[in-house]
């Protein structure tokens, strides 16, 4: 769907290549630049607007049609929730003033947006909850507890120091360690402290002892790795080697806390707090976007002199076989 105040944006820029669109604008604050619904902007509000923006920054800023274009639609739904605000009598709460002044349309529309969540009639989200529970139980579950012991072997040059392993050499050397590690570890998983002492590149076996808790959250540690400790069910089972970006592990199960399936009434509230959030933000966007959708009306001179206003230079066109 075209955009109109887009279309307008771009046609007011090639307007303000014109030399004598460049000035005059200085002494014209109140003069209106757009409206929409009940919403008017002036240039004293983009004045008000680019003074948060550094200096230096503003030129850059109003050099582009696209952020122009996001702080006119900001602007001009601000200026209408505050509106809506000041009906309702919201801009009376002694609470909104600050230093004395009456409250800015960003304080006023954040308060508006505040109550009209207040004023929504929420419906009962009870029945849901339970439909959404049984549909996506495993949601709720709390996932199984796995701690495991890890040999890590990471790739690296393992030559004599004369000379030097390629990749593929290193990719070998250190997937045959790995595999003499899981058969000794299969063969004797008692005896997996020491391989992990005389094996493992982990920096931190030595406090550690390659333990690892919670080994199956993949979004903890490495996809594979908590896919290969996920699949180990009781302890002292052995991995077998698995590769990562960290190199290759050997992996033995300490102990695994299998998952729990927790009660609706466990997580009743839980589930009804997120329908309710999801409802009200649905709610709060279907009003504000009801606001941003009405037709805007431009001026188009008046957004064409944004450019030169804030230091922007305009350019002018150049003439027919003008040589750059």
């Known amino acids: 769907m075209p955009n109109p105040l887009r279309s307008l944006l771009l046609a007011a820029f090639f307007i303000s290549s014109l030399p004598c669109i460049a000035a005059g604008t200085?002494?014209?604050?109140?003069?209106?630049?757009?409206?929409?619904?009940?919403?008017?902007?002036?240039f004293a509000d983009i004045d008000a607007f680019a003074e948060r923006i550094p200096e230096g920054k503003r030129p850059g800023f109003f050099s582009s049609p696209q952020r122009i274009e996001t702080m006119m639609i900001s602007l001009l739904l601000q200026r209408q929730l505050a509106n809506e605000a000041r009906k309702l009598g919201i801009d009376k709460?002694?609470?909104?003033?600050?230093?004395?002044?009456?409250?800015?349309?960003?304080?006023?529309?954040?308060a508006r947006v505040e109550r009209f969540k207040a004023d929504l009639v929420l419906p009962d989200f009870s029945k849901l909850a339970q439909e959404q529970y049984i549909a996506h139980k495993d949601a709720y579950a709390i996932p199984?507890?796995?701690?495991?012991?890890?040999?890590?072997?990471?790739?690296?040059?393992?030559?004599d120091g004369k000379t030097p392993m390629d990749r593929t050499e290193q990719i070998a050397a250190a997937k045959a360690i790995a595999e003499k590690v899981a058969a000794e570890a299969t063969a004797h998983p008692?005896?997996?402290?020491?391989?992990?002492?005389?094996?493992?590149?982990?920096?931190?076996?030595?406090?550690?002892?390659g333990r690892v808790e919670d080994a199956g959250n993949a979004t903890k540690y490495a996809k594979e790795f908590a896919a290969a400790s996920r699949?180990?069910?009781n302890p002292g089972d052995i991995s077998p080697v698995t590769r990562t970006t960290y190199g290759f592990h050997v992996i033995k199960l300490l102990e695994r806390k299998p998952a729990q399936q927790r009660s609706f009434a466990e997580v009743k509230d839980e589930i009804i707090k997120r329908l309710r959030d999801e409802y009200v933000?649905?709610?709060?966007?279907?009003?504000?976007?009801?606001?941003?959708?009405?037709?805007?009306?431009?001026?188009?001179q008046a957004v064409a002199?944004?450019?030169?206003?804030?230091?922007?230079?305009?350019?002018?066109?150049?003439?027919?076989?003008?040589?750059?």
């Open 26 to 42: 200085q002494d014209r604050p109140g003069e209106v630049v757009a409206t929409q619904g009940s919403a008017t902007i002036t």
């Open 93 to 110: 709460d002694p609470a909104l003033a600050k230093d004395g002044k009456a409250p800015t349309d960003e304080v006023l529309s954040a």
């Open 144 to 159: 199984a507890d796995i701690t495991v012991q890890n040999v890590l072997v990471t790739i690296k040059d393992r030559g």
């Open 190 to 209: 008692d005896q997996f402290d020491a391989l992990v002492d005389t094996y493992s590149d982990d920096p931190d076996k030595a406090t550690g002892r």
């Open 231 to 233: 699949a180990l069910q």
């Open 281 to 300: 933000e649905k709610e709060v966007r279907f009003h504000t976007d009801s606001l941003r959708n009405l037709p805007i009306d431009a001026n188009e």
């Open 305 to 324: 002199s944004l450019r030169s206003r804030y230091g922007a230079l305009a350019e002018v066109p150049a003439a027919a076989g003008a040589k750059p």
